[in-house]
């Protein structure tokens, strides 16, 4: 359980709270306050409770005890612990350093996955049509987003292409989520129109209420006739 750090009678927050060791060689005859019951339950004869320190904040309290060996904690030990203990808060500073670069590392990697789905979603390669060069391309400020292009024909016999264009309000995962949902909303809506006009309100209506009161959606279709 927690305890404020203002709490004294608990001899490891006094260590830490004060920032200095505490030495106690005979447990039976000491006057600091502590956790006499856990004490005698642990049959300690001496101890000692030492800060541990990362960049000059406390970190934690590593502590010793002498019980069966029948010996007493010195001085002289108090100084190879507080030595000890310097290396320990070290080595814990690392661990969690590493710690944190591998989650970083992580949720790197998930964007990178996020992205090329992301990126998978928008055409791979540009119609063809005769008398014309098409090109498109999405280059995300970020690993994900709101952006979003797509072509498709209007009709069976590919005479009129359209292309569209739309940006999600917001940016990272969040826009990104929306992108995905109109994607799917897309490809159902322009299934069987001719009319951009029809699209846009068939989009319109199956997004609201889907994507959140604080999310929005600009997009706009254009036509190329080919014949």
């Known amino acids: 359980y927690e ?3 203002d709490d ?6 006094r260590v830490l709270a004060t920032n200095q060791p505490v030495l106690i060689e005979d447990v039976d005859r000491a006057q600091e306050p502590m956790d006499h019951h856990a004490i005698a339950f642990l049959d300690f004869k001496s101890l000692i409770c030492v800060p541990l320190n990362a960049e000059g904040r406390g970190i934690g309290v590593m502590g010793a005890d002498r019980s069966r060996s ?4 010195t001085p002289a030990d108090q100084e190879t612990l507080v030595r000890f203990a310097d290396q320990v808060a070290l080595a814990l500073e690392i661990a969690k350093l590493h710690g944190r670069a591998l989650e970083q590392e ?10 090329a789905m992301q990126l998978g979603l928008m055409p791979q390669e540009s119609p063809v049509i005769p008398g014309f060069e098409i090109a498109g391309i999405c280059v995300p400020a970020a690993e994900v987003g709101g952006d979003y292009f797509h072509y498709f ?12 264009g739309a940006d999600v309000s917001g940016k990272g995962m969040g826009a990104a989520t929306v992108t995905m949902r109109f994607n799917e909303v897309l490809r159902y809506e322009a299934r069987g129109r001719s009319a951009p006009a029809e699209i846009l309100k068939g989009l319109e209506a199956a997004l609201r209420g889907r994507i959140g009161t604080t999310s929005f959606v600009t997009s706009c279709i254009g036509v190329l006739e080919g014949r």
Do not use: C, K, Y
Not at 106 to 115: D, F, G, N
Not at 153 to 164: I, P
């Open 153 to 164: 024909w209007l009709d069976e016999g590919q005479g009129h292409l359209a292309f569209l």
């Open 70 to 73: 029948g010996g007493r904690i």
């Open 8 to 13: 004294l009678s608990s001899l490891n927050v």
């Open 106 to 115: 992580r949720m790197t990697q998930e964007l990178r996955t996020a992205q």
């Open 3 to 5: 305890r404020p750090l």
